[in-house]
């Protein structure tokens, strides 16, 4: 306890002298003396710890020799009061047994009259026999208890000898420590005595470049009066225009507040008049939709709601060489609608809506049914077909090649051009069936049963259009997707 104190006192004056060293030393950023200074007060704060864990583990061996030294005394007395009540014990059945041998003598001794007596007596001294024999027996049991202490006192004898053998260790580390603190201690002086050295020299040199530094400080003064005075009148000036810029910000915010509400209303004021204008020119073109769609389909009726084309076709090597393979067909100069043709050696002439020479393209013949697409847009029905005989054009009119393609690819590339242009202000939903009519018999090439046969009826609706129960319709997005399923076909019909 005594050197537990001692080790407290030297490390208060310890951190008193430090205390001090601090409070005269002048800081400096990165030096190497404050950095080992910090290291030795890790370093001291370390060994303070581990004295102090040391001390709490000698507090509580100590505590723990009390502990098992009062338990060892406690047992000593219950020992001792156990060995004192057997004692006094054995003496109490010696005394009756001596008196029951005395007792048993003497009557023996007496005459035959009282046997009885003797009897009685020497029952009386088998049952003290008996208690000696208990009192014996209690006595062994008491033997090996006291043994049994005897064993836990040597037990506790070793924790005590080990107690005391921790706790002369824990001494020689807490002298170890000490001598290392003084170790420390005595570095920690060292250095400080250095950083007391560098301390003076540094205060020395911040001196002398302080006087250097004064003197150019002052030199530089005399030039900024001189300059002052210049420039005073120009700070003047300054002034003034702070001030006139500091009442112009201060009415900033109104002013900003102002041209915010003229602009909301004029911005209010033209989006109102672009909806009016807006609402209007909707307006006009609706009509005008439904004036054009009038005037198309009038000049639509006009021309014939049905009209006959003729195509030729050029010679080709199936109709022979030579004078014999000349056309048999005549065109009108003057009139495109009227075509003659030689028969039996007369010329039979045939008047047609329009008729097409060898030398028209897919494109001239595309044009004149061009209008019939935005008839079928506008929701009426619209029908184009090719007839003659096996050689005479028809697929080639219709369908065409990719490279130049017919009627039927040029009238559905111009129909979803016009859905997407149109997609903006109208919906529309394009479905493709087709279908066959062979001999009589009514046959839908889409279906999973093309020979399957079908009906035509009439919409029970009243509308006396046309529809076929049953035939296989597809929704299309576009014209490959038509394609798609004629190819589909095509395979289907294959044999």
């Not at 030393?25 to 004295?51: F, G, M």
């Not at 003496?91 to 023996?108: G, M, N, P, V, Y």
């Not at 009108?332 to 097409?356: R, T």
Request: proline fraction near 3%.
């Amino acid at each position: 306890v005594a050197e537990n104190e001692h080790l407290k006192q030297d490390m208060k004056s310890c951190e008193a002298q430090l205390q001090k060293l601090k409070k005269q030393h002048v800081k400096c950023i990165d030096c190497e003396h404050i950095q080992e200074n910090a290291r030795l007060q890790e370093r001291l704060a370390q060994l303070q710890l581990e004295v102090e864990e040391a001390k709490g583990r000698l507090s509580e061996l100590d505590l723990e020799v009390q502990q098992k030294t009062n338990r060892l005394a406690e047992v000593e007395l219950r020992l001792k009061d156990s060995l004192a009540e057997k004692a006094e014990e054995e003496e109490r059945l010696s005394r009756r047994l001596r008196d029951s041998q005395e007792t048993i003598a003497s009557l023996k001794a007496q005459p035959q009259q009282i046997k009885y007596l003797i009897k009685t007596v020497e029952v009386e001294s088998s049952k003290t026999k008996q208690a000696l024999c208990e009192t014996q027996s209690r006595n062994q049991h008491l033997q090996e208890q006291v043994e049994m202490q005897r064993q836990v006192l040597k037990e506790m004898e070793q924790q005590l000898q080990k107690s005391q053998k921790t706790a002369a260790q824990l001494r020689a580390q807490i002298m170890l420590y000490e001598s290392e603190l003084e170790q420390a201690h005595g570095q920690m002086l060292e250095e400080m005595q250095n950083m007391e050295d560098d301390k003076n020299r540094a205060i020395e040199e911040a001196f002398a470049r302080a006087q250097v530094e004064m003197k150019a400080v002052h030199e530089n003064l005399a030039g900024v009066r001189t300059n002052l005075l210049t420039l005073q009148p120009a700070l003047r000036t300054l002034t003034n225009d702070y001030n006139s810029l500091k009442r112009q910000v201060r009415d900033f915010p109104l002013l900003l507040q102002e041209a915010l509400q003229n602009a909301r209303a004029e911005i209010g004021q033209a989006i109102e008049e672009v909806n009016s204008t807006n609402r209007e020119l909707l307006r006009k073109y609706r009509r005008e939709l439904q004036l054009r769609k009038k005037c198309h389909n009038e000049l639509v009726r006009l021309k014939g709601n049905i009209r006959v084309f003729g195509r030729v076709r050029p010679i080709t090597a199936e109709d022979g060489e030579g004078p014999e393979a000349a056309n048999s067909v005549t065109f009108d100069p003057d009139d495109d609608a009227i075509l003659h043709l030689m028969h039996k050696g007369k010329q039979v002439s045939f008047e047609l809506d329009k008729v097409f020479s060898p030398q028209a393209t897919q494109q001239d013949v595309f044009q004149e049914v061009q209008a019939l697409i935005t008839s079928c847009i506008d929701g009426y029905n619209v029908c184009i077909f090719a007839y003659g005989q096996t050689g005479a054009g028809k697929t080639y009119t219709m369908e065409g090649t990719p490279e130049n393609p017919g009627i039927n690819q040029r009238a559905l590339q111009l129909l979803f051009s016009e859905v997407q242009r149109k997609a903006s202000d109208w919906s529309y939903t394009i479905t493709v069936s087709v279908a066959e009519i062979y001999n009589e018999a009514l046959r839908d090439l889409l279906g999973k049963e093309p020979q399957e046969k079908l009906d035509i009826k009439l919409c029970p609706d009243g509308s006396g259009q046309l529809y076929v129960p049953g035939l296989t319709e597809f929704q299309v997005q576009s014209v490959e997707d038509i394609n798609k399923w004629r190819r589909t076909q095509a395979r289907l019909s294959v044999p």
